[in-house]
């Protein structure tokens, strides 16, 4: 029997993960722009909720706000999950989330109080990208697209779709930290490079096998253009930002070009993450793994 399509919470979760972009795009302006110890304590800016909105205060709090906001957004999620459906493991996944973001927040606030150190910043940063997937993936859960029966897919070849798609999602998050450690001046920027062109392979590498192996299938068709077409502008725009970093070297402040390609090389990164992620649970929704293929192919003949 299948679960129940509730349209309200589908349209709710979309929402939540739009608001979670916005939230990644608000980091990504406060870490551009040098503002991240603008405000010294937390979790008030100042002492205050409503401090002076000057120089770098402005991105700091208003960071804060927004992600106050998420919080509040995914609390409603969860609870709004918990009581509509009957999947456990869906109502298991919005605590998940729940938790996530509360993570997220402890960790914004030791990258305060700890001026940085430690590697809270680039905690902070991964863990809101594993909290993007987390909410987008509820998103497409919940859809009536997810609960209604879809033609089931054979995938002949090695390595398995799955594995494939669940490695090319794993190299894109290394590829995240390593943009993160770079960004809040951890590493060096070589590890990135590297990353990029490895991501690069991976990305062609699971584009190449959906095209062979499922050109017939509209939905996987459109997520793997998404993927190929989100990583090609990812690409460009990470050139962009090296060469406003370069050019900019010497200013006595971050510039504009600087800080606007950075941040949308930055929210285009979590965007590739995130389809990434889209691709994995396609891929384990339409395509039977092994046993399950073998069974679905038992009760077949058992039926003829």
Same mark, same amino acid.
């Given at each position: =029997?299948?679960?129940?399509?509730?349209?309200?919470?589908?349209?709710?979760?979309?929402?939540?993960?739009?608001?979670?972009?916005?939230?990644?795009?608000?980091?990504?302006?406060?870490?551009?722009?040098?503002?991240? #110890?603008?405000?010294?304590?937390?979790?008030?800016?100042?002492?205050?909720?409503?401090?002076? =909105?000057?120089?770098?205060?402005?991105?700091?709090?208003?960071?804060?706000?927004?992600?106050?906001?998420?919080?509040?957004?995914?609390?409603? #999620?969860?609870?709004?999950?918990?009581?509509?459906?009957?999947?456990?493991?869906?109502?298991?996944?919005?605590?998940?989330?729940?938790?996530? %973001?509360?993570?997220?927040?402890?960790?914004?606030?030791?990258?305060? =109080?700890?001026?940085?150190?430690?590697?809270?910043? %680039?905690?902070?940063?991964?863990?809101?990208?594993?909290?993007?997937?987390?909410?987008?993936?509820?998103?497409?859960?919940?859809?009536?697209?997810?609960?209604?029966?879809?033609?089931?897919?054979?995938?002949?070849?090695?390595?398995?779709?799955?594995?494939?798609?669940?490695?090319?999602?794993?190299?894109?998050?290394?590829?995240?930290?390593?943009?993160?450690g770079f960004r809040h001046r951890d590493i060096p920027i070589w590890p990135h490079v590297v990353?990029?062109?490895? %991501?690069?392979?991976?990305?062609?590498?699971?584009?190449?096998?959906?095209?062979?192996?499922?050109?017939?299938?509209?939905?996987?068709?459109?997520?793997?253009?998404?993927?190929?077409?989100?990583?090609?502008?990812?690409?460009?725009?990470?050139?962009?930002?090296?060469?406003?970093?370069?050019?900019?070297?010497?200013?006595?402040?971050?510039?504009?070009? =600087?800080?606007?390609?950075?941040?949308?090389?930055?929210?285009?990164?979590? #965007?590739?993450?995130?389809?990434?992620?889209?691709?994995?649970?396609?891929?384990?929704?339409?395509?039977?793994?092994?046993?399950?293929?073998?069974?679905?192919?038992?009760?077949?003949?058992?039926?003829?």
């Amino acid at each position: =029997m299948s679960p129940r399509y509730h349209a309200g919470l589908h349209r709710y979760a979309i929402f939540v993960a739009v608001c979670t972009f916005l939230l990644l795009i608000a980091g990504a302006l406060v870490t551009s722009n040098d503002a991240a #110890l603008s405000v010294p304590d937390w979790p008030l800016s100042y002492g205050t909720l409503t401090p002076p =909105m000057v120089g770098g205060i402005v991105y700091e709090h208003s960071h804060r706000v927004i992600a106050a906001t998420v919080g509040l957004f995914t609390i409603i #999620l969860a609870v709004w999950t918990w009581t509509a459906e009957e999947r456990r493991w869906l109502r298991w996944l919005s605590l998940a989330a729940l938790g996530a %973001v509360i993570a997220q927040g402890i960790l914004g606030g030791l990258t305060v =109080m700890l001026n940085l150190h430690y590697g809270m910043p %680039v905690a902070h940063a991964c863990l809101a990208q594993i909290f993007f997937g987390t909410v987008v993936g509820i998103a497409l859960f919940t859809s009536r697209w997810w609960i209604t029966t879809q033609p089931q897919l054979t995938d002949i070849g090695s390595p398995s779709v799955h594995r494939l798609a669940l490695f090319n999602a794993g190299v894109i998050f290394v590829q995240v930290i390593f943009g993160a450690g770079f960004r809040h001046r951890d590493i060096p920027i070589w590890p990135h490079v590297v990353g990029a062109f490895a %991501v690069t392979a991976t990305v062609t590498w699971t584009a190449i096998v959906l095209r062979r192996r499922f050109s017939a299938s509209r939905q996987i068709s459109r997520v793997r253009l998404l993927l190929h077409s989100i990583f090609g502008v990812q690409f460009v725009l990470g050139l962009a930002a090296w060469w406003s970093r370069l050019t900019t070297a010497d200013a006595p402040q971050p510039m504009l070009r =600087m800080i606007v390609l950075t941040v949308t090389h930055t929210v285009a990164g979590a #965007l590739t993450f995130a389809c990434a992620v889209a691709v994995v649970l396609l891929c384990y929704r339409l395509v039977p793994r092994g046993g399950e293929a073998v069974e679905a192919r038992r009760a077949e003949a058992a039926l003829s």
